[in-house]
């Protein structure tokens, strides 16, 4: 892979590269930045994966040393990949990036909705106690209402409907 030296496309500065965690520094990481706890979870924590399903005979003890090599490449992977994004994000004009913002600003404003009055016919819902006497307690004259009990026993609960439901 040509381009230019590691020091001009770091994001970490050479002073703080000692601090950085022994697994970033041996993969030579530059654009992912694991902390102490993801390194730790990228190596031992696959280690112990490995050993875990080698001694409950689901892999061969080989996978002790596959496993975690394998997820040190993915992670070298990620980097080479965000490399690549870095540097074409790089290349794209000034002028380019103003005009994605601008195209990407959240418009911010009122905008007007119509409310549609949904409606069921032969049904009345009130929000408060309707006084007795013009509630309407049986929907055929001689039977009690099923839905709401026999005649004046639950006169003081809910809404009441005026006409029978077609439904029920």
């Known amino acids: 892979m ?6 001009s496309w770091a994001t970490i500065p050479a002073d703080e590269e000692r601090y950085r965690p022994l697994y970033a520094r041996v993969l030579g990481l530059r654009f992912v930045n694991p902390g102490g706890v993801l390194c730790f979870l990228f190596f031992e924590g696959a280690v112990a994966l490995a050993a875990l399903l ?4 689901l ?12 997820v040190a490449a993915m992670v070298k992977l990620n980097d080479m990949v965000a490399a690549v994004v870095v540097r074409s994000a790089a290349l794209v004009p000034e002028q380019e990036r103003d005009r994605f913002r601008r ?3 959240p418009a911010v404003g009122r905008a007007r909705v119509d409310w549609v009055t949904h409606s069921v016919s032969g049904v009345v819902v009130a929000a408060s106690p309707v006084p007795h006497a013009t509630r309407v307690v049986r929907d055929r004259p001689g039977h009690p209402d099923p839905r709401h009990g026999a005649g004046d026993r639950d006169a003081g ?7 029978s439901d077609p439904l029920g």
């Open 157 to 163: 609960s809910g809404p009441r409907h005026t006409h």
């Open 103 to 105: 195209q990407m600003e």
């Open 54 to 57: 080698a001694l409950a005979e």
């Open 2 to 7: 040509s381009g230019s030296p590691r020091g």
């Open 59 to 70: 892999v061969t003890w080989w996978a002790v040393l596959i496993l975690p090599a394998t």
